[in-house]
Every structure is written in structure tokens, then in C-alpha cells.
């Protein structure tokens, strides 16, 4: 065994319920690193293309990074992937907290799971080894219930608990996973993949420790780290408010989402803000080892403290986009969905399109069991969620994404489900940042705020992320609303940097330009950890090599070019009174274009090159796409 990684991968067979062990050398680590490598790298070598996302042969994949698990700040994120059953393509999701670290702390750097159980289960990692226990009981409880009840069952009440609720059980297409009650791995409908191989859970606890190759070098990032978190004033901003901070700001210059995308600004937002909630903060909670604490939890009822106070995405997607302005129904929706295990990104804009269906006469009330669904009655959007975690009446179409419910309603609905290659639009709107919306539009999982440069934090020269960004060549700010080829490098050295966080389970919130930790110390993180002479250069090679094989799964199940699209909404000008233009389709083609040459990819079809293949390292690929 190397620094850094445990050297142990688990296969777990469900059809059979037979586990089985296996070592890969320090090489894979190192040209892999974990996380989105990793799953990836199983995804395409064993996984047969064009297969259902809810068959048996579907592997989903767990996997934390070389450096987690070691004690230093952002890097406690653990990602879990398979083909989606939202798009049809790759599909990923990431959270943070402890699981992470404790599957680390367990003996494993990934669990590859595949085949399905006849009965309900659930899995123990623990000291090198894989128990596949029952789970007919947890069958039916919801995700904090099955936490505790898993945790007494194997006699660990430290144990991380990564499980489904009644809605990945009943196979909603964007239901998600919930570890340890407050971080989801929320995109992509992972949570009904694990419903579908009847896997209830994953439990992970362990005490073997991450060997470190300069423990001292590791122990004094963390403390620089720590004696920096009220200085910085991205992380100072997290600490106080959480990502609720950027409400206000989203609002002020039109991309705050609202009425489904309709407008820009919301008149209510200020009883949404960050302000607002942080009156509400009892306490602030946060990752394994991490200082910030961004979790912020309140004390009014078990479920406040269980599932603790939503975040920007949940606020907005049932407070602006479904303009209701009482933030104790984003609250109540963040706990129905946490319970559940549902995407309240999915979830909320499932809401707003039916929403604007109800109010353009497409759905009357006898569609939708009565409920009055114009925009701003809160209770009946909280009643139609329910539904949907349960999969009742009109529920159980919208369950099924907005892609698929528009293209069972018809009648001009398509109009109105906002999506890419089927995931619904996160809440920022890209006609106020147009690098988001080519980001929204290539991401090979769906519209994804992760992966893309928000344009606002790079609008001004001197702005602290332009120079936290330096290391990558980007030297200047950029403007918001253009799509050029400055803006298309920008967003391409940004993305190739943040699919490389992916693969090191880093946190976007706690690395520049984002967070507090220089691009050029998370390198020093690497070789504290692990004893490599690592670079900024290897670890951008990375980055790239997982956006070339995800790109791949994707080309494998028939994605082409012709799939990078936006919604025809967001090529209109927005309304209400912060306008943005829409984004013009022949900038967004052109764009496309560039970018893919950037990549290595034929523009014609979006299919990686076989010459960049081989130059990342993984000309095998190439042979996967004949």
C-alpha cells in the first residue's frame, strides 16, 4: 500500500451476493486519483453500452480520492456514478460530510456495485470487508430513519450512512442519495438506481488510518487553513450565511430564477435572503476537517436539527422559481425531499413546470387531483411534492422528469420543461453569465452549476477569484454577457479544473477560485499526502482525461453534438425588472465548435479524438467507440 490510498477496491455482485477484493497498483492511483476518475474508469472498461439505466448490468460506482481521509480541509467528498436514468448518459453526483472519509477509514478507495437483489438489502464496509445484510425491514422508512436504524443495528453510532428514501425505492427518476441526513449526492437520479438493485443503503466505518507521507506538511495547511477561514471573504461569507449569500446578490443582477425561468428578479427575495435565514442559525456544522462549517442547522423541531436549513439551490427552487415568498415552504420542501431522497433542484422545477402548464390551460384541475397550481400557492406545491416522493396521481408522471412528463402531456408543454439532455436547469440563470450557459449546455450529465465559470466572480480586474485563477493563465476579467473565444478558453480551463477536483474529491467551496485554498496549495495537499512530485500540470491532465471519458460514455450511448443544446427559453430575453437577453444561438454554436476543438473532439459529432485519447493516456477508450 502506498501514502494516500488504501490499495483495496470492493466488487459487490447483488444478483449473487458475492463480494469480491481487489489491489491496483500506485500507477492507476496516480493517473487516475480517485473520485470521477475512478468511476469512470469502471463505467467504461466493464459496463456494456446502450444497456437500460434500471437493468442489473448497470454498475454504480462509489469512490473517494487519495487524499481523503488525510486531515486537512476540502477534500472530504465522496462521488457516486452510473448511467443515468434521468438522461440516459453518464451520470454522477457528489456530497460531502463524513461518508467519504469513514469508506477511506473502512479499507477502500471505491465500491463497485452491480447486478440486482431479489430482496431488499443493504451493505457494511468495514475493516477491509463487505457484509450484504437484509434490509426487507428498512423497506419503505425514509432516509433518517434507516440511518438510525442501521447505525443500531451494527452497533456504530459513528457509522456514515449513504441511503435511499420511499423515492428511490419507487424508482422517481431524479430521487438521490442521502448521507448522514444532511449532504446529498443529489443529480442524475442515483437514488433510483440504488432502488433499482433493491439496495437500501451503504454503511461505511472503519479505523484504519490514512497513511501520510509528511504528516507535518499536512498538519500546517490545516492550520494555515483554519487562521484564514473570517479573512477570506468567500469563506468568511459561507462560515456566516452558507450558499443562501447568494440570493441577494443573484437577484440584483436579474439571474435569480423565477416563475420557471420566466424572470430574473423575484419581488419577494428578500424574505428568501441570506439575511433572512441566518437570523435562524443555532448552529453551524460542517465536512470532516473542515473549519468553514457551512451547514447551518436550527433548533425549532427534531426534523430542523436532523436535516438543518436548505440550501440556495432548494430556496430558490421553491421560493423565486415557483414565486412564493414564505421561506418556511422551502423549509418544509428541503425536509420532505431530504426525507424522501429526492434532487430539490429536479424536484422544484418538476413543481414550476406543471405550474405553468396549470396557468396556460395545458393541466386543469382534474389533471392534477384538484390542487390549485398557479405560482405562489406554496401549499399546493408542497402537496404536488408529496405526490411526486410517492408517485400518486399526477405525480407519478412528473416523477419522471420534465423531459418525460412534456413529452407525455404535449400540447405545446415542451415549451416549458427546462432541461439538458433531460436534467432540470439548476437555479442560476445563464442570461446574466453566458459561460454558464455553454457550461449548462456541453456538460455530459445535464445542466450542472458545478462545472461551469459563473462569469459574475471574473467581471472585474482586481476581483479576488480573477486573481486566484492566475496559475491557470487566466490573467484578465471577462465580461458576463459575451460569449467569445476568450470566454470559451476561460470556461474550458476552468472546467478541465474542476473535473480535475472531481477526481481528487475536492470541494468547489473550499479550493479557489470558489474557496479559500490557492489552486497551487491543493497541489502541496497531493504531495503532503501521497509523496508524488505532483504539478498543476499533471493534475489539469486529469481533469481532462475524466471530461474525455465521460464524454466517451456519452458518445458510446449515442449522444452526439446535436445533444449540447439549451432551452429555447433561454434564448429569450428574460422578463420582469432585471432583464438579461437571451443568449444568441449562433454565439452558443460557435462556441460549441471552439470548445470541442479545444478538447480533442470532432466537432461534427462531439466524439473524442483518438490522438488526444492517447495523449491523456487512455487510448483503450478509443477501441470502446467503433
Aim: glycine fraction near 12%; proline fraction near 5%; charged fraction near 20%.
Amino acid at each position: 500500500m502506498g501514502y494516500g490510498f488504501a490499495g483495496r477496491i470492493a466488487r459487490v455482485d447483488l444478483s449473487t451476493h458475492k463480494v469480491t477484493y481487489e489491489g491496483l497498483d500506485e500507477g492507476f492511483y496516480r493517473t487516475y486519483l480517485g473520485g470521477k476518475g475512478i468511476a469512470l474508469y469502471y463505467l467504461l472498461r466493464e459496463q456494456k453500452g446502450r444497456i437500460d439505466a434500471f437493468a442489473p448490468q448497470n454498475h454504480l460506482v462509489f469512490a473517494v480520492s487519495v487524499v481523503v481521509g488525510a486531515p486537512v480541509p476540502a477534500f472530504a467528498r465522496f462521488t457516486v456514478a452510473a448511467k443515468s436514468p434521468l438522461t440516459g448518459g453518464y451520470g454522477e453526483s457528489e456530497a460531502g460530510g463524513y461518508w467519504g472519509p469513514r469508506l477511506k477509514f473502512a479499507g477502500f478507495d471505491a465500491v463497485v456495485i452491480e447486478g440486482r437483489s431479489e430482496q431488499p438489502v443493504y451493505l457494511w464496509l468495514h475493516d477491509g470487508i463487505v457484509e450484504i445484510r437484509p434490509a426487507v425491514h428498512l423497506w419503505g422508512l425514509d432516509t433518517a430513519e434507516t440511518e438510525g436504524a442501521i447505525r443500531s443495528e451494527i452497533n456504530q453510532p459513528l457509522a456514515s450512512v449513504a441511503s435511499i428514501g420511499p423515492a428511490g425505492e419507487a424508482g422517481v427518476r431524479y430521487s438521490c442519495i442521502i448521507a448522514d441526513r444532511l449532504h446529498a449526492a443529489g443529480r442524475c437520479g442515483m437514488g433510483a438506481v440504488m432502488g433499482s438493485k433493491r439496495l437500501k443503503a451503504v454503511a461505511v466505518s472503519g479505523r484504519q488510518n490514512v497513511q501520510l507521507k509528511a504528516p507535518e506538511a499536512v498538519t500546517r495547511i490545516a492550520k494555515w487553513y483554519a487562521s484564514q477561514v473570517m479573512v477570506n471573504p468567500m469563506s468568511r461569507l459561507l462560515y456566516e450565511m452558507g450558499t443562501p449569500a447568494v440570493l441577494a446578490p443573484a437577484n440584483a443582477i436579474g439571474t435569480l430564477p423565477t416563475r420557471n425561468f420566466r424572470e430574473g428578479a423575484f419581488e419577494g427575495w428578500d424574505k428568501l435572503s441570506g439575511e433572512a435565514f441566518e437570523k435562524t442559525i443555532a448552529e453551524r456544522r460542517g465536512c470532516f476537517a473542515c473549519p468553514v462549517r457551512c451547514k447551518k442547522i436550527s433548533h425549532g423541531s427534531p426534523d430542523d436539527e436532523m436535516y438543518g436549513l436548505p440550501e440556495y439551490e432548494t430556496i430558490a427552487a421553491f421560493g423565486s422559481n415557483l414565486g412564493v415568498s414564505d421561506p418556511s415552504i422551502a423549509i418544509e420542501a428541503h425536509k420532505i425531499c431530504n426525507r424522501a431522497g429526492l434532487d430539490t433542484i429536479s424536484a422544484g422545477m418538476s413543481v414550476a413546470f406543471a405550474m405553468e402548464c396549470f396557468e396556460r390551460g395545458i393541466l386543469g384541475q382534474s389533471d392534477v387531483e384538484g390542487l390549485d397550481l398557479r405560482f405562489g400557492n406554496g401549499q399546493a406545491a408542497l402537496q404536488l411534492l408529496r405526490m411526486i416522493a410517492r408517485r400518486e396521481g399526477i405525480g407519478k408522471l412528473l416523477g419522471e422528469g420534465t423531459r418525460r412528463a412534456a413529452a407525455e402531456i404535449g400540447r405545446g408543454s415542451e415549451a416549458f420543461a427546462l432541461h439538458v439532455k433531460g436534467v432540470e436547469l439548476p437555479m442560476h440563470d445563464p442570461r446574466g453569465k453566458v459561460g454558464v450557459g455553454l457550461g449548462y449546455a456541453v456538460a455530459e450529465h445535464g445542466a450542472d452549476h458545478m462545472t461551469a465559470a459563473h462569469d459574475t466572480l471574473f467581471a472585474k480586474e482586481g476581483m479576488l477569484a480573477v486573481q486566484e485563477v492566475s496559475p491557470l493563465g487566466l490573467l484578465h476579467a471577462v465580461d458576463p454577457l459575451c460569449l467569445d473565444a476568450g470566454k470559451v478558453r476561460f470556461y474550458f480551463y476552468l472546467e478541465t479544473f474542476w473535473n480535475a477536483l472531481k477526481t481528487l474529491s475536492g470541494c468547489l467551496f473550499g479550493i479557489a477560485p470558489r474557496g479559500l485554498m490557492p489552486i497551487t496549495m491543493m497541489v502541496d495537499v497531493v504531495r503532503a499526502v501521497t509523496g508524488w512530485d505532483f504539478s498543476l500540470w499533471e493534475l489539469m491532465k486529469a481533469g481532462e482525461r475524466a471530461s474525455c471519458m465521460a464524454r466517451a460514455f456519452n458518445y458510446r450511448e449515442g449522444f452526439r453534438s446535436t445533444d449540447d443544446q439549451l432551452p429555447q427559453r433561454l434564448l429569450e430575453a428574460s422578463s420582469g425588472e432585471h432583464t438579461n437577453p437571451g443568449i444568441s444561438g449562433a454565439a452558443l454554436d460557435s462556441a460549441k465548435k471552439l470548445y470541442y476543438g479545444m478538447s480533442g473532439w470532432e466537432p461534427a459529432t462531439g466524439r473524442p479524438l483518438r490522438p488526444k485519447l492517447e495523449e491523456l493516456g487512455i487510448g483503450w477508450v478509443d477501441g470502446l467507440l467503433e
